[in-house]
């Protein structure tokens, strides 16, 4: 699973949004659709929320298993512990952009303890 495009998550939160407001003229922003409903939005599902928080918890799994290329690249580029800036970033490979996707967001994002199912590890994340 790899970060979807802006495009692409662009299209499916007009589309939605479009198909709540029926093509009204006023419409509702997509911000305010987003909220939960306790909080006066329909609850609708960030599509780009939801999509990192799926590409973190694959990558975290990756990661966790032993022999996979992703532990491997997690454990040259040193990102198997979290890092308060990452410095080396931008030094990533063209075709590893993914691994300068999870280098640069992971420093915000708490890892997983080790008693945290990975369910509750996802869910956090997409909160």
């Known amino acids: 699973m790899l970060p979807a495009p802006n495009t692409c998550t662009q299209k499916l939160t007009t589309a939605i949004s479009w198909y ?23 609850g609708m599902t960030d599509i780009v929320a939801k999509f990192t928080a799926v590409f973190f918890y694959r990558m975290n799994m990756q990661g966790n298993r032993d022999g996979s290329a ?3 690249w997690l454990q040259t580029w040193n990102l198997t512990v979290r890092h308060a800036n990452p410095t080396h970033a931008t030094k990533f490979p063209t075709k590893l952009a993914y691994l300068n996707i999870y280098a640069v967001n992971m420093a915000y994002i708490t890892p997983p303890a080790h008693n945290e199912a990975p369910r509750c590890f996802r869910r956090r994340t997409y909160s």
């Not at 093509?23 to 329909?42: C, D, E, H, N």
């Open 70 to 72: 992703t532990a491997a």
């Open 20 to 42: 709540i407001s029926r093509g009204a003229v006023f419409r509702v922003p997509v911000s305010t659709l987003q909220r939960p409903k306790q909080m006066g939005g329909y």
